[in-house]
T-cell receptor, first 115, second 115 residues
Framework: GDSVTQMEGPVTLSEEAFLTINCTYT??????LFWYVQYPGEGLQLLLK?????DKGSNKGFEATYRKETTSFHLEKGSVQVSDSAVYFC??????????????FGKGTKLTVNP | ETGVTQTPRHLVMGMTNKKSLKCEQH?????MYWYKQSAKKPLELMFV???????ENNSVPSRFSPECPNSSHLFLHLHTLQPEDSALYLC??????????????FGPGTRLTVL
């Protein structure tokens, strides 16, 4: 079945460090790919998305490129801030036979950025 | 109120209690979702409602009973729960439409503890 695997956390970085969170997926067909972020005490928020191969999603300095050949969608940021501390979820969307869309999530990676 | 709201934010209940979780979306969406977020496990989709009809029920135990009286409100009725049901329960909504990339907007969640 469809699944998402992302790197185990937690990840701890110093401010201004480079961030990579790996995500790979298994899917039939051509899913859309997402990164969601969950700040402490809050629900998930969409961070960025990509709908087809070679698309690059970007937002708030974060980027991820849809790589069909490696079935990957790694999240990167050149210089992290303390305010980026959160849990990051990679996800893909699939359409069910009934026409509804379903999101399949990875387990999440907790990022802590120290000043 | 804007976005997706959930009440209560925290709930502690015994195994013999009956309680309900409430979700309300103010986005004009036509699809709503219940997810379960447990520690160290991927986000689990529980139920999907589209146009107030249940379109997905992911083998959820009958002690969880959803209700969608209209497109803005979603309830999760709980009875005779088990301690392993303790988790963060997240509600989400989207504008459903086949072939359209539908971002899901999440509420802040209800932290449920079953004693």
């Amino acid at each position: 079945g469809d699944s998402v695997t992302q790197m185990e956390g937690p990840v701890t970085l110093s401010e201004e460090a480079f961030l990579t969170i790996n995500c790979t997926y298994t899917a039939t067909g051509y899913p859309s790919l997402f990164w969601y972020v969950q700040y402490p005490g809050e629900g998930l928020q969409l961070l960025l998305k990509a709908t087809k191969a070679d698309d690059k999603g970007s937002n708030k300095g974060f980027e991820a490129t849809y790589r069909k050949e490696t079935t990957s969608f790694h999240l990167e940021k050149g210089s992290v801030q303390v305010s980026d501390s959160a849990v990051y979820f990679c996800a893909l969307s699939v359409y069910e036979s009934g026409g509804s869309e379903k999101l399949v999530f990875g387990k999440g990676t907790k990022l802590t950025v120290n000043p | 109120e804007t976005g997706v709201t959930q009440t209560p934010r925290h709930l502690v209940m015994g195994m013999t209690n009956k309680k309900s979780l409430k979700c309300e979306q103010h986005l004009g969406h036509n699809a709503m979702y219940w997810y379960k977020q447990s520690a160290k496990k991927p986000l689990e989709l529980m139920f999907v409602y589209s146009l107030e009809e249940r379109v997905e029920n992911n083998s959820v135990p009958s002690r969880f009973s959803p209700e969608c009286p209209n497109s803005s409100h979603l309830f999760l009725h709980l009875h005779t729960l088990q301690p392993e049901d303790s988790a963060l329960y997240l509600c989400a909504s989207s504008q459903d439409g086949q072939g359209v990339l539908n971002e899901q907007f999440f509420g802040p969640g209800t932290r449920l503890t079953v004693l």
